[in-house]
């Protein structure tokens, strides 16, 4: 079955950029999403990157998608405290139902 | 366009009650999925609400259990509760085609059984 794994934390500083990892098993999946989830909320899509493509650039955030390793990250750069939040990684390998990898921790020090 | 919504936010149980939850989608979207999240197990699907049908279910028990209305609202409902369906349950929604679809969430229901 599909497994998504993710470290559980990372912690850089203010201005600095940050890379966020994940590993996929299902190489069905057509879509990988990151989500962003802030205590007390729910899941704020950030982007989402199509499975035949290498590379997506949206204003601070770069995702990278390495299908022969099945290797995603996340690259946040110029890392702000408001950046502070838990990130998921997730593919859509069956239909419409998401499998989310566990989550990672991001602190951002002043 | 109004987000995603779930009511209520906050529900507090003892165990052996029923529960049920309400999910309104954005507007336009067909598909409703709910999902559980704790911290043991994380993010798990339950179940996918396309057109008032049932469109793919996860791997929980039959004690939870959901509906879709006409409208694409949906509510799902928990019975016979057990302190281990403490979670925080997140609906989302989406235009409904599967593979190639972006799901958005709501802010969530925190359900605490006692």
């Known amino acids: 079955g599909e497994d998504v794994e993710q470290s559980l934390f990372l912690s850089v500083r203010e201005g600095d950029s940050s890379v966020i990892n994940c590993t996929y098993t299902d190489s069905s999946s057509t879509y990988l999403y990151w989500y962003k989830q802030e205590p007390g909320a729910g899941l704020q899509l950030l982007t989402y990157i199509f499975s035949n493509m290498d590379m997506k650039q949206d204003q601070r955030l770069t995702v990278l998608l390495n299908k022969k390793d099945k290797h995603l990250s996340l690259r946040i750069a110029d890392t702000q405290t408001g950046d502070s939040a838990i990130y998921f990684c997730a593919e859509n390998a069956a239909g419409n139902m998401l499998t989310f990898g566990g989550g990672t921790r991001l602190m951002v020090k002043p | 366009k109004a987000g995603v919504t779930q009511t209520p936010r906050y529900l507090i149980k003892t165990r052996g009650q029923q529960v049920t939850l309400s999910c309104s989608p954005i507007?336009?979207?067909?598909?409703v999925s709910w999902y559980q999240q704790t911290p043991g197990q994380g993010l798990q699907f339950l179940f996918e609400y396309f057109s008032e049908t049932q469109r793919n279910k996860g791997n929980f028990p039959g004690r939870f259990s959901g509906r879709q209305f006409s409208n694409s609202r949906s509510e799902m409902n928990v019975s016979t509760l057990e302190l281990g369906d403490s979670a925080l349950y997140l609906c989302a929604s989406s235009f409904g085609r599967p593979g190639t679809d972006t799901q958005y969430f709501g802010p969530g229901t925190r359900l605490t059984v006692l």
């Open positions: 507007s336009g979207h067909r598909s």
